[in-house]
Nanobody, 113 residues
């Protein structure tokens, strides 16, 4: 049973924008801090951004000012708006529900120079 379903990845030129979405079940969404992680080719997975059920957010230094995480409680969905994308943002992006340690299947983001 898929509990986190991601969408929105793709290929974009440097300077462009993408929005990732992660739909969760109602229970998972309500009880968890939701986060986005990424794993560049040949590297370890890293936290990009997270948002608590109370809408507190934190970001990796590398994306501050460019990425915005948000959640829509009515749709049980968390978003990652990515602006001013750089080639170094290229990675597989994963949605995470922290408390339940759930992961999405991943979505590829590729930024061309």
């Amino acid at each position: 049973q898929v509990q986190l379903a991601e969408s929105g990845g793709g290929l974009v030129q440097a300077g462009g924008s993408l929005r990732l979405s992660c739909a969760a079940s109602k229970t998972v969404f309500r009880l968890n801090t939701m986060g986005w992680y990424r794993q560049p080719p040949g590297e370890q997975r890293e936290l990009v951004a997270a948002i608590t059920s109370g809408d507190s957010t934190n970001y990796a230094d590398s994306v501050k000012g460019r990425f915005t995480i948000s959640r829509d409680n009515a749709k049980n969905t968390v978003y990652l708006q990515m602006n001013s994308l750089k080639p170094e943002d290229t990675a597989v992006y994963y949605c995470n529900a922290r408390t339940d340690d759930l992961w999405g299947q991943g979505t590829q983001v590729t930024v061309s120079s």
